[in-house]
């Protein structure tokens, strides 16, 4: 399972973090994932309770997932627009396929609550 690998990495990020600021413990995480990422937000989640378990600092760390919509702006006529088809997704004002994908690859920690 992909997410357990992505949860592990996340993992070790924040010890990272909760020792850059001396924290006593993780109290809760931010993710911020985009549609494009693949991962199952349910799935990571999942993973993330798992793994937190083995790390007293994170044992009762809640995880918010921000699931980010695919944003795609069109090359031929500049409309910003969010989709769901992640394969062949086309302008809805010119039906162009000639589209720049603004955001839904995101796939980082945007904030972290930590008690000192
Ligand atoms: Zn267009």
Redesign the pocket.
């Known amino acids: 399972m992909h997410e357990v690998s992505i949860a592990l990495g996340i993992v070790d990020e924040l010890m990272r973090i909760a020792q850059q600021n001396n924290a006593k413990k993780i109290v809760n995480v931010k993710l911020k994932i985009g549609k494009m990422s693949g991962l199952v937000t349910d799935s990571l989640k999942f993973a993330f309770d798992a793994v937190k378990l083995e790390h007293p600092l994170l044992s009762s760390a809640e995880i918010l997932i921000n699931e980010v919509p695919l944003i795609y702006q069109?090359?031929?006529?500049?409309?910003n627009f969010d989709t769901e088809d992640i394969c062949f997704p086309s302008?809805?004002?010119?039906?162009?396929y000639?589209?720049k994908l603004i955001s839904g690859e995101e796939q980082h920690i945007e904030n972290v609550e930590v008690e000192i």
């Open positions: 069109c090359n031929d006529c500049g409309k302008c809805p004002n010119c039906e162009s000639n589209l």
